[in-house]
C-alpha cells in the first residue's frame, strides 16, 4: 500500500530534480529524471508496508536533487569543451597573414596561439625562418657563400630554387592554415 | 587539520562502480545497495547515475533493458564492456603501485 503522500514527495522530489537540469542536454536530463525514478521505484518494492517517512529517506538517501544536477552540468560542461571543435579567431588568421607578410611576427603569433601544436609550431617557424635569414643582413656572411655558389651552379634551375626559398612562408602559410582546419581546441578529461 | 577526501572518493569511484559490474551486469538500484555495503563508499546514491551515463558515453560499460517482474518499464542494466575491462585491469596496476608507495611514504614518515 502506498504512502499517504507518496506522489507529492516523489514528484515533488523528481520536479526539482528536472528543475535543476534546465540548460544541460534534454535527452541526459530525461534520462537521469528516469533513471531515479526507477531508483526510487525499485527501493519502494523492497519495502514491505511504506510510509511518508520511509519515501523521505529514499529521497534523501539519494541526495539533494541540486547535488544531482550539477553532477551531470559539470560532466556536461567538461565533455563539450574536449569535443567541440575549434572556432578560429584572428589570432590564428593574423598569424597565418603574417606568417606570409611579416614573418617575425607571424611566427610569434603561431607562438602564442593556443591551436597548433609545438611540433606544428616549430614545422611552420623553421619553414619560414628560412627565407627571412636569407634576406635578414646579420645571415648574410653565413648563407651568402652558400647560396652565391650554389646557385650559379644550379645553371637553369636557379631561379626555379630562389622562388621555392622565396616561397617557403606561403608553404608554412599553407601549413598552418591545413593544420588549423584539422586541429581542435585542447580538452579537458573527467576525473 | 580536516581531511577533504571527497575529491579522492569521487575519482576512485568509477573504478570501484566497474569493478562491480566486472562479473555479471546489475541495475542501478542493485549496484547503491552493493556500493553502500562499503562504508563511506557512497556518500549520496542519486550520483551513481551521472556517473553511469558518463561511462556509457566514453564506452566503458553497456546498456541492455530487461523487463521487470513488475508492470512497471524495463530496468537498465549495466556491464562492463571490453574497453571497461582494460581500463580496470590498467587501473588495477597503476593502484597497486601507488598503493604501495603511498603505504610506504605514509608509514616512512611517522
Request: net charge neutral; charged share 20%.
Amino acid at each position: 500500500m502506498s504512502a499517504p503522500h507518496a506522489t507529492a514527495i516523489i514528484e515533488g522530489y523528481l520536479a526539482r530534480l528536472d528543475l535543476g537540469l534546465v540548460g544541460s542536454d534534454p535527452q541526459r536530463r530525461r534520462e537521469l529524471v528516469e533513471d531515479v525514478r526507477g531508483h526510487i521505484a525499485d527501493a519502494r518494492a523492497a519495502l514491505v508496508d511504506e510510509t511518508d517517512q520511509d519515501l523521505l529517506a529514499i529521497c534523501d538517501r539519494l541526495g539533494e536533487p541540486g547535488e544531482l544536477a550539477r553532477e551531470v552540468g559539470s560532466a556536461s560542461a567538461v565533455a563539450q569543451q574536449a569535443s567541440a571543435p575549434y572556432v578560429w579567431s584572428w589570432l590564428e588568421i593574423s598569424a597565418i597573414a603574417l606568417t606570409v607578410m611579416a614573418w617575425p611576427v607571424g611566427a610569434i603569433l603561431v607562438l602564442l596561439s593556443r591551436v597548433w601544436t609545438r611540433r606544428e609550431k616549430v614545422i611552420a617557424t623553421a619553414i619560414g625562418a628560412v627565407t627571412f635569414a636569407m634576406g635578414f643582413p646579420l645571415s648574410a656572411p653565413f648563407i651568402g657563400p652558400v647560396l652565391g655558389t650554389l646557385v650559379p651552379s644550379l645553371g637553369g634551375a636557379a631561379p626555379l630554387f630562389v622562388g621555392t626559398l622565396g616561397s617557403l612562408p606561403l608553404v608554412a602559410a599553407a601549413y598552418l592554415a591545413y593544420r588549423l582546419t584539422r586541429t581542435t581546441a585542447p580538452g579537458v578529461r573527467l576525473a | 587539520m580536516a581531511v577533504d577526501v571527497s575529491q579522492m572518493r569521487k575519482g576512485l569511484l568509477e573504478f570501484c562502480v566497474m569493478a562491480q559490474l566486472e562479473g555479471e551486469a546489475r541495475y542501478g538500484y542493485e549496484l547503491v545497495q552493493r556500493l553502500g555495503e562499503v562504508d563511506g563508499m557512497l556518500t549520496s546514491e542519486g550520483t551513481i547515475y551521472p556517473l553511469l551515463a558518463r561511462l556509457h558515453r566514453e564506452g566503458l560499460v553497456a546498456i541492455e533493458r530487461r523487463p521487470t517482474t513488475s508492470a512497471g518499464p524495463p530496468r537498465k542494466y549495466y556491464r562492463l564492456s571490453a574497453t571497461g575491462h582494460r581500463a580496470l585491469s590498467s587501473f588495477r596496476r597503476e593502484w597497486a603501485t601507488l598503493r604501495t608507495a603511498i603505504d610506504r611514504t605514509l608509514g616512512g614518515a611517522r
